[in-house]
C-alpha cells in the first residue's frame, strides 16, 4: 500500500510573527485548512536569527519564510502559496477564469513587488533614522494605486465576492501600514475589505498577535 | 460564425526599452510567436510619460509595463506573463511538475520582489546622489542568494533544461546590474545561463539595443 509523505509529514513553517510575507503563508495553511507546524525565526533577536549559516541552507536570501513541505524547502510566500494551490485540495485560492486570476495577481503583484520590499526590514536597516518616513511614503504611493484598482475589481473580496490570494495579501500590507501610522481611512475600499477579511477565521487564527513566537505584550 | 477577438486584434504593449519588466513581456511574446504592437512611455522624457493621467488610467501604478490583450488592460509584468500562457498556445513558460513549478516562481519572486524593485527607477529617484552604490548593494545582496539556488536547480536554462519565466525574469535582470556596473563574472551559473538565453532569437529580439523606442546612440 503506497502512503502518501503528504499524510506523514506536516508542512514546517520557518517564519516570524511579525513578518507580513510569513503571515501570507499562514492564512494560505488556514483557509486550506491544513496543519503545519511553526519554527520562529526572530529577525531581531541576537542580530538576526534568519542571517544564521543554518538558515541560510533553507532560504539563501536570508528572509521568512521558507516551508520545508513534500520533502523540498520553497521560499518566496507566493511560489510558495501557489504551491499549495497546485497540490492541495481544499478552497481555491485563484478564480477559474483566466481574466480574474490575471485580476488577483495584478494585485498580488503590487504588493509583492511594489510595496512590500520597500518597507522590508533589510531595506529599512539600510534607510536608517528616516525610516519610517521612507516606509510611508512606498506604502501610500502604493495604496493610492491599489484603491483604484480595487474600485474595480473588488466585490465582498479583492476581486469579486471569493477569496483570493489578493485577499493573502492585501490584510498583512494593511498590517503594515497600520504598524507605519498610515492613515488607511484615507483609502476606503482597501479599509473596508481588510475589516471583511480580518472578521475571518483563517485570518484571524493567523494574525501576528496570536502566534507561537508573538511576544507576551504583543499579543491578543 | 464566431471568430474570436484574439485573432483579430493584436496585444498592445505600453513599455520602455529599457526597462527590465517591459523587456520580460516582449521576451514572453516572443517565445510564445505571439505578434504584438508597442507604444513607447518614455520614462524620461517630459519629467515621464508614465505620470500622465492617461496612462495612469492604463496602470495607476504609473510604471511600465501594461498590455491591452483581448479587452482588458493588465499590469505587472508576471501577471501578464502568466495570463499569457494561461490563455494562449506555444511553448509552455511554466513546467508541469509542481515542484518544479516552484522553483521557477521561487527565482521570479526572487528577482521581481527581492532585487528589481530595489533598483527601481521611483525608488533610485528618492535615494538620490548614492543611487549606483544603493543599486548595487541590493543586486549583489539578490544575486549572492540566486547564484545559490540556481546552482541547485539550473541545467541549460535556470531550472532544468526546459526554458521558463525564470529564465525571463533572468536576462533582464542580469541586463540591469551590467547597468549599475555590478561585476557578473563573480557569479558564475548567473553569467553561464545569461549567455546561453542572449544567444536565442527571442531574447535578441526582444532586446532594449534594438525596440521601436531605442535611441540612435544606443542600439546595438
Not at 533553507?58 to 511560489?79: E, F, H, K
Not at 480574474?100 to 495577481?105: L, Q
Given at each position: 500500500?503506497?502512503?502518501?509523505?503528504?499524510?506523514?509529514?506536516?508542512?514546517?513553517?520557518?517564519?516570524?510573527?511579525?513578518?507580513?510575507?510569513?503571515?501570507?503563508?499562514?492564512?494560505?495553511?488556514?483557509?486550506?485548512?491544513?496543519?503545519?507546524?511553526?519554527?520562529?525565526?526572530?529577525?531581531?533577536?541576537?542580530?538576526?536569527?534568519?542571517?544564521?549559516?543554518?538558515?541560510?541552507?533553507?532560504?539563501?536570501?536570508?528572509?521568512?519564510?521558507?516551508?520545508?513541505?513534500?520533502?523540498?524547502?520553497?521560499?518566496?510566500?507566493?511560489?510558495?502559496?501557489?504551491?499549495?494551490?497546485e497540490t492541495r485540495p481544499g478552497p481555491a485560492l485563484l478564480p477559474a477564469?483566466?481574466?480574474?486570476?490575471?485580476?488577483?495577481?495584478?494585485?498580488?503583484?503590487?504588493?509583492a513587488s511594489g510595496i512590500q520590499p520597500l518597507q522590508n526590514l533589510y531595506?529599512?536597516?539600510?534607510?536608517?533614522?528616516?525610516?519610517?518616513?521612507?516606509?510611508?511614503?512606498?506604502?501610500?504611493?502604493?495604496?493610492?494605486?491599489?484603491?483604484?484598482?480595487?474600485?474595480?475589481?473588488?466585490?465582498?473580496?479583492?476581486?469579486?465576492?471569493?477569496?483570493?490570494?489578493?485577499?493573502?495579501?492585501?490584510?498583512?500590507?494593511?498590517?503594515?501600514?497600520?504598524?507605519?501610522?498610515?492613515?488607511?481611512?484615507?483609502?476606503?475600499?482597501?479599509?473596508?475589505?481588510?475589516?471583511?477579511?480580518?472578521?475571518?477565521?483563517?485570518?484571524?487564527?493567523?494574525?501576528?498577535?496570536?502566534?507561537?513566537?508573538?511576544?507576551?505584550d504583543l499579543r491578543a
Open positions: 500500500m503506497h502512503v502518501s509523505l503528504r499524510c506523514l509529514v506536516k508542512p514546517l513553517l520557518h517564519g516570524y510573527f511579525r513578518s507580513s510575507c510569513s503571515w501570507r503563508v499562514r492564512i494560505a495553511f488556514a483557509l486550506k485548512g491544513i496543519d503545519y507546524d511553526q519554527v520562529p525565526v526572530n529577525l531581531i533577536k541576537d542580530g538576526g536569527q534568519q542571517l544564521t549559516d543554518q538558515y541560510k541552507e533553507l532560504n539563501p536570501m536570508q528572509q521568512v519564510p521558507a516551508v520545508t513541505i513534500d520533502g523540498v524547502t520553497l521560499s518566496q510566500s507566493l511560489a510558495i502559496i501557489q504551491y499549495i494551490e477564469d483566466p481574466q480574474k486570476r490575471a485580476k488577483v495577481r495584478m494585485i498580488c503583484d503590487l504588493i531595506v529599512l536597516q539600510k534607510i536608517g533614522e528616516d525610516k519610517v518616513s521612507w516606509a510611508q511614503h512606498f506604502i501610500i504611493r502604493g495604496f493610492v494605486a491599489l484603491e483604484s484598482l480595487l474600485k474595480e475589481t473588488a466585490g465582498k473580496y479583492c476581486v469579486g465576492d471569493e477569496i483570493s490570494m489578493a485577499d493573502i495579501c492585501l490584510a498583512p500590507q494593511v498590517y503594515n501600514a497600520e504598524r507605519f501610522k498610515v492613515d488607511v481611512d484615507q483609502f476606503p475600499t482597501i479599509k473596508r475589505l481588510n475589516q471583511t477579511l480580518l472578521a475571518l477565521e483563517a485570518f484571524s487564527t493567523s494574525h501576528p498577535s496570536c502566534q507561537p513566537d508573538t511576544p507576551a
